[in-house]
């Protein structure tokens, strides 16, 4: 496993440690984490966003990279990067990481030059990207998302709470999800645990196996086009919310301190589909509703709002509730 700057050595040298020429440095540390004195910290992490993407697409030593006296990366990366960041790159490689010049090359020529790297495709563009998943932050978290449909230079995008918006291209590659696992990252322990304590118990189980294209914004590698994913799903009985106390709260008409203690519980209930009509179920196990939890209370005036959050995984977002 590579991770960042560090690359496991071979021939009994020390971890770390680097060989002369740079021949087993890892590509990341021809720019350091943290910007130099008298760069601008948010360009030189902005272009060092696109240097991280280099290990996924097979090259992760400078030696793979380098022809001579010179840093040979894919011109196709170049076309996607804003001037300013091409800039950053470039003067961080020839002046702090490699002291090397950076030369922006086509695809056939870079295999020329650097034949033991993985050939690469272009990003997708355009409909290409249609049925792609994307995510968008939110006050609690992380809103999914599917591209719809493109047109002219737009990107029609449908978020899973129901709101639809229009995304440049850019916008699109900035909230792209290469795979399933890093939406899940919003999917909370404590997410996990309210819906753990809900289940009174298994009864049944299925192995479902689903095949997936890699279709992405970025250059990718042509030998990773297709991947498949094996899961486990579980049907299980729930137990009846706890709602006691907050019902008769609530019909004693203390509406607030009803939502306090929903929010101090963390109280598990179940919200049906017509419930709140704007959510979209992103996975077809959430068609007819919905387990939720209170995350918070406000009180403006005379108007009780309680934030309600899924909890299900690839579910987790947030809505307001009105009283």
């Known amino acids: 496993m590579t991770w960042e700057d560090m690359l496991p050595e071979k021939g009994g040298q020390q971890e770390g440690q680097e060989k002369e020429g740079g021949g087993e440095r890892g590509i990341m540390t021809i720019m ?97 990207l249609i049925g792609g998943t994307v995510r968008q932050r939110g006050k609690k978290g992380y809103v999914a998302g599917k591209v719809i449909g493109f047109e002219g230079t737009e990107y029609e995008v449908r978020l899973s709470s129901g709101q639809q918006v229009k995304w440049s291209e850019e916008e699109v590659r900035h909230g792209w999800i290469e795979d399933q696992y890093i939406m899940r990252r919003g999917w909370t322990a404590k997410d996990q645990r309210t819906l753990q304590e809900g289940v009174r118990g298994v009864l049944a189980k299925t192995v479902k196996e689903k095949r997936h294209r890699h279709i992405s914004p970025f250059p990718s590698r042509i030998d990773g086009r297709e991947w498949e994913v094996k899961e486990t799903w579980y049907t299980c009985s729930m137990r009846a919310p706890a709602v006691g106390r907050a019902k008769s709260l609530l ?21 049906p589909a017509k419930t709140w009509p704007e959510w979209i179920a992103v996975s077809p196990t959430s068609k007819t509703g919905w387990w939720v939890k209170a995350t918070g209370v406000r009180k403006e005036g005379k108007q009780l709002t309680l934030e309600i959050r899924r909890v299900q995984r690839d579910e987790f977002d947030t809505t307001d509730w009105e009283t």
């Open 251 to 271: 019909m004693e008409g203390k509406d607030l301190q009803a939502a306090e203690l929903l929010v101090t519980q963390g109280t598990l209930f179940w919200a």
């Open 32 to 128: 350091g984490q943290e910007a130099p004195e008298g760069r601008e910290p948010e360009r030189w992490r902005s272009a060092r966003k696109w240097l991280r993407k280099l290990p996924g697409w097979g090259i992760q030593t400078l030696r793979e990279a380098r022809k001579e006296g010179s840093v040979i990366l894919p011109e196709m990366m170049r076309l996607l990067m804003r001037e300013e960041e091409v800039k950053e790159l470039e003067w961080a490689v020839g002046n702090e990481g490699a002291q090397m010049e950076v030369v922006w090359v086509g695809e056939g020529q870079r295999q020329a030059q650097t034949p033991g790297t993985p050939k690469l495709r272009d990003a997708a563009r355009g409909a290409e």
